[in-house]
Structures are given as C-alpha cells and as structure tokens.
C-alpha cells in the first residue's frame, strides 16, 4: 500500500510538471497520456487497497466479537456443570487450572496451597464429574465446546 501510494505521488507529481513546466520532448502527448494513464491505475489500486484494508479490519472485528461471546457461553457452560457436579469454590479453582493444563504443584504455587491438597482437591473434582482423570475432564469440556461443529 505504502508502494502504491508513492507511485501515485511520484507519477501524479511527473504528469503535473510535464503539463504545468511544458517540457518539450517528441511524443509529448503520448507520454502525458500514457503517465495521466499510470496515475489513474495506481489510485484505483490505492483506492482498492484502502477498500480491501477496511474489509479485512471488519471481518477481524467481527470474528473477535464472536470469539468473546463463544468464551462467555463456554464460561457459562463450565460453570453450570461446576454447581451441577457441586463442586466447592477450591474445587472449582482446581478444576479451572486442570483444564489450563497446569501441574499440581503449579496449581498449589498460584493457590498458596500444599500439594498434596490439590491432589485431593483433584480428585474430588473427579469422582464428582464421574471422570477418571485429568484428559476425561478435559474431554468433557472438550466435547461441549465442539458439540456444534459437524465432522465431514
């Protein structure tokens, strides 16, 4: 785009002292012409460019306004089957850093709690989703978020 405006500029500014100074060489109304010609291509491609731009910014725009609303509905997914499960709010914590792919001791470090209690807490979590381990939770998460996705 950056190309396409300078070539604009520079043959605009050719043509316009070619006219305005009367430069003499044989051919000159040929040569105006054909520049006059240039020019008007290279704004149309300017005037494209700038059209595609804006095009591209609405559909980034538009995908990132359904992305946010597809996380609040995957939020709200998770937390109704979280009251669902009855799951206490350190399960829930629990549960959310699993499904982060976090340690156990990552989830004690950012919980201030001893490992051991995550472990505890995760399994917890397990028996209540009827799960037996961390991929089955995941996989339930897993399975709600691409229940509309069809499989050709």
């Not at 002292?17 to 291509?41: A, K, Q, S």
């Not at 700038?50 to 609303?69: A, Y």
Request: charged share 25%.
């Amino acid at each position: 785009m950056i190309l396409s405006t300078v070539c604009t500029a520079f043959f605009a500014l050719d043509v316009f002292g070619d006219i305005v100074l009367g430069r003499d060489f044989p051919n000159e109304n040929i040569h105006n012409i054909f520049e006059l010609f240039v020019v008007i291509l290279s704004l149309g491609a300017f005037i494209f460019h700038i059209r595609e731009l804006n095009l591209f910014f609405k559909h980034h725009h538009k995908i990132n306004d359904q992305m946010r609303v597809a996380s609040g509905e995957f939020a709200e997914v998770i937390g109704a089957l979280f009251d669902e499960w009855k799951l206490t709010p350190a399960e829930k914590d629990v549960a959310i850093f699993l499904i982060k792919g976090m340690s156990f001791s990552e989830i004690a470090l950012a919980r201030k709690a001893k490992e051991g209690t995550v472990k505890a807490q995760s399994n917890a979590v397990y028996r209540k989703a009827n799960v037996k381990g961390r991929h089955e939770l995941l996989a339930l998460f897993l399975d709600e978020l691409l229940s509309d996705v069809s499989v050709k």
